[in-house]
T-cell receptor, first 118, second 110 residues
Framework: GAVVSQHPSRVICKSGTSVKIECRSL??????MFWYRQFPKKSLMLMAT?????????EQGVEKDKFLINHASLTLSTLTVTSAHPEDSSFYIC??????????????FGSGTRLTVV | RKEVEQDPGPFNVPEGATVAFNCTYS??????FFWYRQDCRKEPKLLMS???SGNEDGRFTAQLNRASQYISLLIRDSKLSDSATYLC???????????FGTGTQLKVEL
């Protein structure tokens, strides 16, 4: 089945620094990947849709200059949290769906990155 | 009204019980529906897609009611290992974005 690898799994950084999170589709090509954020006991909130070779599409209220997304290849998307602050501490998860699959085929998630900004 | 709504629970049930969750969605144009399972501090994992005709996978049965705009998940013969949060997800169509409910927490007890 489709496998999505996400790294790092956990990161602790100082306020003001930037953190890059990688999401790779290991055995399929993903022209589109999705970045979610999940706060404790809350649902997954879609932040942006990452499109290979073009600009990401951000959801309302998500700052594109703060959450930089790059999708330079069919198997890799990166999310960079720039100038991180404690309120950015959250669980960030990427997902992708194998392009050739039909709409009823579910999305595969990476294992998530738990970001703590101190 | 939220796009996708679930009762957060928790549902505390004894081992062996049958438990059902519902999830309502607001957009009648929604095309595809899924149930995911999420364990504490882990990523969601696809449990099953939900088809118009309903589908069953072992102890799990999912159904879709388009007229009333909800999907359901039935778990029979609950196991301790079924304890998790169950998220429903809806694809509104016209794109590939999934919208998730807040999840329903299930605790299966001895």
């Amino acid at each position: 089945g489709a496998v999505v690898s996400q790294h790092p799994s956990r990161v602790i950084c100082k306020s003001g620094t930037s953190v890059k999170i990688e999401c790779r589709s290991l055995d399929f090509q993903a022209t589109t990947m999705f970045w979610y954020r999940q706060f404790p006991k809350k649902s997954l909130m879609l932040m942006a849709t990452s499109n290979e070779g073009s600009k990401a599409t951000y959801e309302q209220g998500v700052e594109k200059d703060k959450f930089l997304i790059n999708h330079a290849s069919l198997t890799l998307s990166t999310l960079t949290v720039t100038s991180a602050h404690p309120e950015d501490s959250s669980f960030y998860i990427c997902s992708a769906r194998e392009g050739k699959r039909g709409v009823n085929y579910g999305y595969t998630f990476g294992s998530g990155t738990r970001l703590t900004v101190v | 009204r939220k796009e996708v709504e679930q009762d957060p629970g928790p549902f505390n049930v004894p081992e062996g019980a049958t438990v059902a969750f519902n999830c309502t969605y607001s957009n009648s144009a929604s095309q595809s529906f899924f149930w995911y399972r999420q364990d504490c501090r882990k990523e969601p994992k696809l449990l099953m897609s939900v088809y118009s005709s309903g589908n069953e996978d072992g102890r799990f049965t999912a159904q879709l009611n388009r007229a009333s705009q909800y999907i359901s998940l039935l778990i029979r013969d609950s196991k301790l290992s079924d304890s998790a949060t169950y998220l429903c997800a809806v694809n509104k169509g016209g794109g590939n974005k999934l919208t998730f409910g807040t999840g329903t927490q299930l605790k299966v007890e001895l």
